[in-house]
């Protein structure tokens, strides 16, 4: 008779595809269920938050979830900081985890639901008579609530009969947003007239758009209005029509495409959460700008919004649209009156930085030339953030993935890599990552070079340094000894997981990347550019960061 974890493998597997992991004893029983019985496929990580934050990486590059698998114990503890991540970012994923039997703990023990509990996580656990049953309602709690959930084996439970495994019903998904209130219509009422009258209007999009898959309809908005466009960090690429869009918004924006932004006397801003960056602490827009938010969130996100709708961004930007039509509103001509391309210019950096290395902006740029184009880019989290985010256009948003950036987390960067490429089998995979995150995730590049082999890029950023730190606490006199990370030979440490090795000097010496790409992917191995790159040029996010304190 199949086994519990025969029913848990079954049940999951006609929901999901993938599984990523480290095996042990609370969850061998259900590995080999999954290995032997079901057609889903494992990918082995080596370290368990590598399993949790691919399955993170995939959800945000294929919208399609993913499971993460652990065993009891220290196996579980060690998902907790991307178990964070999932919730904080709001990823649906699934982590599998073997726990104490059914008898109660042993000495080797933890409170494992208290656990989960404390970073925002449900746990359901299976039993000898429902495991099916449960697994299918997890899967459809983590869809409703876009959460990741823990589904927890008991110990004895793992190799017990269970009986014919059960049908299910498919997981039905229905999130359910409450009506439109009289008083939200009066607000979508006063948003069209505010367009309606605007001179200099501005339509920002955030990630929630993306999913809402409101970019056409922004489109026509942006088009019918005459509006400017700007995304976020997290919604880069979602607007059709790059001739009017000032980017991305915030301290990763261009400064022409801030003043513009700042110019504006209209912002409606759709499915983002406003977070500081965004916000450039308060000074995105200026004074007097009346700014609107359409978003799920139950109330608006910052104290700058004058209006708010709560809903979903493509029904309510088509119901801008039809009422701006209706009422026969003519498109402002400002986007005609600016110089957009100059606007969204970076500084094009010096070659090298005051001390002689590598000046990252130069680099960034000239990797932006360089990259393939069909390209995920993942990243770490650090100081080095802005290169990528500044430099390196993105198709879409389910093209920059940034595994870590919810829960301020560094060294989730390598372990986003093998979910981000089995998600995405035709991309290039480019992790961006600095060399504190980078080492911190050191086990994982082993994962990465494995999983992405010839389509997987790892650009380091090898400052010698906690780049973040020392811009945040060393220019405040602060012993900078804590700060300093002996140089490592990244492009060596790479070659050791059979990648290709490159270290980066200079801009020319990333002419490697030409010839990587003139060869094919089955031709060629992992390639890890280990960029010396100077410390001392600061990224303007990060003195905004330091401004604000
Ligand atoms: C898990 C974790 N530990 C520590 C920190 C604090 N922290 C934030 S950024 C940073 C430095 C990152 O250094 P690196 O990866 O080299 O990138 P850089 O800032 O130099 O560009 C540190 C230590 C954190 N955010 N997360």
């Known amino acids: 008779m199949p086994s519990v974890s025969a029913h848990v493998a079954a049940t ?21 269920a ?38 009891y114990g220290a196996g579980f503890t060690n998902t907790l900081t991307a178990l964070a991540e999932a919730v904080q970012a709001r990823t649906p994923l699934v982590l599998l985890v073997g726990d104490e039997p059914t008898s109660g703990p042993r000495p080797w023990g933890v409170d494992q639901i208290a656990l989960a509990d404390g970073v925002g996580a449900r746990t359901y656990s299976v039993g000898h008579r429902d495991a099916a049953a449960t697994v299918a309602i997890a899967i459809e709690h983590a869809h409703t609530y876009r959460v990741p959930v823990v589904l927890a084996i008991p110990y004895d439970l793992a190799t017990r009969d269970a009986g014919p495994i059960p049908a299910t019903a498919d997981p039905v998904p229905d999130p359910q947003l409450p009506p439109r209130t009289p008083f939200a219509e009066a607000v979508l009422d ?13 339509l920002l999009g955030g990630r929630g758009a993306w999913l809402a898959g409101a970019g056409a309809v922004l489109g026509d908005l942006a088009e019918a209005t005459g509006a400017l466009t700007a995304s976020t960090a997290l919604g880069r690429g979602l607007f059709p029509d ?17 003043a513009l932004v700042r110019e504006a006397d209209v912002a409606v801003v759709f499915g983002a959460a406003l977070n500081q960056f965004t916000m450039r602490f308060g000074e995105l827009f200026a004074p007097g700008a009346r700014v609107f938010q359409v978003d799920v969130a139950p109330t608006a996100t910052h104290p700058n919004v004058g209006g708010y709708v709560r809903g979903d961004a ?36 010096a070659g090298t930085g005051p001390d002689g290395r590598l000046d990252p902006r130069s680099a960034a740029q000239r990797l932006a030339e360089l990259l393939p184009e069909d390209r995920v880019v993942v990243s770490d989290g650090g100081h080095f953030l802005g290169w990528s985010n500044m430099y390196w256009p993105v198709a879409s948003p389910d093209r920059m993935i940034m595994v870590g950036t919810a829960y301020q987390s560094i060294g989730l ?16 995979i480019v992790l961006t990552t600095g060399d504190g995150g980078g080492l911190m995730a050191l086990a994982d590049l082993e994962t990465a070079v494995r999983v992405a082999g010839g389509r997987g890029i790892a650009v380091v950023w090898n400052d010698a340094q906690y780049g973040a730190e020392v811009n945040n606490y060393g220019v405040k006199g602060l012993a900078l000894d804590p700060m300093l990370i002996p140089e490592v030979d990244f492009a060596a440490v790479a070659r050791g997981f059979g990648a290709e090795g490159v270290v980066v000097r200079t801009v020319a010496d990333l002419d490697a990347v030409a010839e990587w790409t003139a060869r094919s992917p089955e031709e060629r191995p992992f390639l890890l550019l280990d960029l010396r790159v100077s410390g001392a040029v600061i990224a303007p996010f990060w003195q905004e960061i330091a401004h604000a304190g």
């Open 314 to 349: 493509a029904e309510v930007a088509g119901e801008i649209l039809r009422r701006f039509r209706a009422r026969g509103a003519r498109p402002s001509d400002w986007r005609h009156s600016v110089d957009v391309a100059a606007a969204r210019q970076q500084e094009p950096g």
């Open 190 to 202: 006063g948003i069209v007239a505010a367009l309606a009258g605007a001179r200099r209007p501005v």
């Open 413 to 428: 960067g390598f372990p986003s890599v093998p979910g981000a490429a089995v998600a995405r089998p035709e991309s290039t």
């Open 242 to 258: 790059a001739r009017f869009d000032l980017g991305v918004a915030g301290g990763f924006g261009a400064p022409g495409a801030m």
């Open 12 to 32: 999951l597997s006609r929901s999901l595809d993938t599984v990523f992991g480290v095996m042990g004893n609370g969850n061998a029983y259900f590995l080999d």
């Open 34 to 71: 999954l290995e032997r019985d079901t057609a889903a496929r494992f990918v082995a990580v080596r370290h368990e938050a590598a399993g949790v934050a691919a399955a993170d990486a995939y959800f945000r590059a294929s919208g399609r979830i993913a499971a993460a698998t652990a065993t």
